[in-house]
């Protein structure tokens, strides 16, 4: 078993920065892949960010150059920092964990077993 907590949402403006963070525990921190979703009112979940438990991280297209996603080994957390926020940003933030490894393609949510509550961020114009 894994749990996840996301903390760190807010409101905020456009162009403003905002760092989530996903506490991630119940498991060795290093044998799970942690990646960030994000799912906007009336819209499918979609991929933001994902760090594989290989090392490798990748981004959706949408935030690539805005968004970093990393691991802290000594707090078992997953920041997402998030910069040159825009309002199509909005949305609840998720953090999802597998024990697979993931390539730099895998966008997709199903190989995800654990999956946090959610933390909204709101950007507005």
């Known amino acids: 078993q894994v749990q996840l907590e996301e903390s760190g949402g807010g409101l905020v403006q456009a162009g403003d920065s905002l760092r989530l963070s996903c506490v991630v525990s119940?498991?060795?921190?290093?044998?799970?892949?942690i990646g960030w979703f994000r799912q906007a009112p009336g819209k499918e979940r979609e991929f933001v960010a994902a760090s594989s438990r290989s090392g490798i991280t990748f981004y959706a297209d949408s935030v690539k150059g805005r968004f970093t996603i990393s691991r802290d080994y000594a707090k078992t957390t997953v920041p997402l920092q998030m910069n040159s926020l825009k309002p199509e940003d909005t949305a609840v933030y998720y953090c999802?964990?597998?024990?697979?490894?993931?390539?730099?393609?895998?966008?997709?949510?199903?190989?995800?077993?654990?999956w946090g509550q959610g933390t909204q961020v709101t950007v507005s114009s």
């Open positions: 999802a964990a597998t024990t697979e490894y993931l390539s730099a393609t895998s966008y997709s949510s199903s190989p995800y077993d654990y």
């Open positions: 119940g498991r060795t921190f290093s044998r799970v892949s």
